[in-house]
């Protein structure tokens, strides 16, 4: 069915029109109706402005497509975890609806910069059409901070005192984005790709986290998210994703979920902090500090497997991140430009001793299967001094001093030396600030082009996902309901006689523990849903028989008049 159909069905129901009788008119099953009708919030907003309901003769459609992609840009916000204020949101408004102008020459007569303001009336009116909340009014943030900071930091050093933590035992984690196929703006790799047509590969985000302790003995394997579960560069090299230096996950987005860092913190985190806590003899006991991104579950500790409850989870207050978190405090960029360096020496090694151009190497050698080398370089490469200064701010006793043993000196204007000189002998146009710009731009806000890629990439998947439920669904009948239940009483079985029998009981426990979630958790939700489903379609049926005989009494008495 078209987007057109089963957005008539749904405008039919919401006027009272019943299941069954929608089932009757469009000879559809009850079934089919009812996953249209859970999907109305998709297939609603697959053309118009998300909540947008009525349009005065004001509107134009700048300004629609304006709201559109602000809308697209505050979610990408909430899900990076940023707080914004009104102020921002505002001028963020103004900025796309002036690139839209500028696009739309044509139309500038009727619609030019001056006939948009984003004042506080638009915005609230916008704020009520979309239903975007983690807003902070203006001047709330910028004073929220120096005192939560301040608030916080004692509150931190009570704690320390009174748990008695250790820097070995102490960790923080943050996540950042890398554009791990990005050159400085100024090179002519980025000036000709910008001509090019299509995807555009220095738009290639992953997301990576990134975790140490504050003594910096202890770097933790990344998790890394990226947005193909195998790409071809995988398939060529033979790549085994158990063996990568990175817990590898994959979504459309690159973004981290809460259930990717949790796998990560029982499957990656938990044994790597044990390990190091045996091998220093040091009591099972540690502390994870976590930023309030979405990424990280509020109830991450009950999720954590009993083999890892000694570990204990703090979340730093909103608005104080860029201060607190030691992630933050140059560790990330730092990360960023050892990526930089690795990556020019590995194209100047190629240049130097190939027959391959630059152009050549970087638009058909350079992948992604390079690039998790060249991530594992930088993050060793990140030395002990970079990481336990970081945590001067959080818990200045917690940071050794310059001369302690086993701390390097400083490289940091060495490697952006060396990085320009790099640069320069293969003909790039680069200096110091070019480096730090693109460190920067990894962070970058989105421009309106970009945000216009992104909407799209999201409606494609919007209609994918509505054109292919019914094929799902289909899919799922295959398998009856029977025999999902003797699959889920045969696993029953088999998990109490190896709870019971088997010596390893915590290993086991764990393996179980996964495969059930993993495997069996699809099929329990197939089931779930069928029973649901059954009993709404009793309930339909029912309803629609009291309804035939109200309506049979009626025309009696009609009749009988």
């Known amino acids: 069915m078209s987007i057109e159909l089963k957005q008539e069905i749904i405008e039919k129901h919401e006027r009272g029109v019943q299941v069954i009788e929608l089932a009757k008119i469009y000879d559809r099953s009850t079934s089919t109706i009812c996953t249209i009708l859970k999907q109305k919030d998709a297939i609603k907003s697959a053309t118009p402005a998300k909540g947008t309901t009525i349009l005065s003769q004001l509107r134009t459609n700048i300004h629609e497509d304006m709201e559109k992609l602000l809308l697209v840009w505050v979610k ?54 979309t239903g975007i909340h983690s807003v902070v009014r203006h001047g709330e943030a910028a004073s929220a901070d120096v005192k939560a900071v301040n608030t916080y930091i004692q509150k931190f050093a009570a704690l320390v005192a009174r748990e008695g933590y250790i820097p070995q035992k102490v960790f923080n984690c943050d996540e950042t984005g890398l554009f791990w196929k990005k050159m400085p703006r100024r090179t002519y790799i980025t000036a000709e790709e910008k001509m090019m047509p299509g995807h555009k590969p220095m738009k290639d985000r992953l997301t990576l986290a990134l975790c140490a302790n504050a003594s910096s003995d202890c ?75 979405p990424a990280h579950p509020p109830g991450l500790e009950d999720d954590i497997l009993e083999e890892f409850q000694f570990i204990k989870v703090l979340y730093l207050p909103p608005n104080t991140t860029s201060i607190l978190q030691p992630m933050d405090q140059q560790v990330i960029s730092n990360f960023k430009k050892l990526y930089t360096k690795h990556l020019f020496r590995r194209c100047f090694e190629v240049t130097e001793n190939t027959n391959l151009t630059l152009r050549e190497f970087w638009k058909d050698h350079y992948n992604i299967v390079i690039c998790l080398r060249i991530i594992d370089l930088a993050w060793q490469g990140v030395t002990r001094r ?20 086993g701390f390097e000196p400083e490289t940091e204007q060495e490697e952006l030396e060396e990085i320009v000189s790099l640069g320069k002998s293969m003909g790039l146009e680069v200096d110091e ?129």
């Open 219 to 293: 770097k933790v394997k990344p998790l890394l998210v990226y947005h193909s579960e195998n790409p071809q560069a995988f398939k060529t090299h033979k790549i085994l994703k158990e063996k990568l230096h990175v817990m590898w996950h994959t979504n459309a987005r690159a973004w981290v979920t809460q259930q990717f860092f949790t796998d990560w913190v029982n499957l990656v985190f938990g044994p790597a902090v044990k390990t190091y806590l045996q091998e220093n003899k040091l009591t099972m006991k540690a502390l994870l500090i976590l930023d309030n991104a």
């Open 386 to 405: 970079t990481l336990n200064s970081a945590w001067k701010k959080l818990w200045p006793d917690a940071v050794a001093e310059r001369d302690f043993e």
């Open 76 to 129: 990408e916000k909430e899900l990076a975890g940023d707080t914004v204020t009104e102020t921002v949101i505002c001028e963020k408004a103004q900025s796309i609806y002036a690139d839209l102008v500028k696009k739309e020459a044509s139309t500038s007569e009727e619609a030019s910069e001056e006939a948009f303001k984003a004042s506080h009336g638009w915005f609230n009116n916008f704020k009520k059409r």
């Open 433 to 561: 600030g070019d480096v730090n710009e693109l460190v920067e731009e990894h962070e970058e806000e989105l421009s309106t082009e970009e945000l216009k890629e992104l909407q799209m990439m999201q409606h494609t998947k919007v209609l994918k996902e509505i054109n292919t439920s019914e094929e799902e669904e289909e899919l799922e009948e295959v398998i009856s309901t029977g025999e999902i239940k003797d699959m889920l009483a045969m696993w029953e079985k088999l998990s109490n006689f190896i709870e019971k029998k088997h010596q390893e009981k915590v290993a086991t426990g764990r393996a179980s523990a996964l495969f059930n979630d993993t495997c069996l958790s699809h099929f329990r939700s197939i089931l779930k849903g069928r029973l649901k489903q059954s009993s709404l379609d009793t309930f339909l049926l029912k309803r629609a028989a009291s309804e035939s005989t109200e309506s049979a009494a009626k025309k009696g008495k009609s009749s009988d008049n």
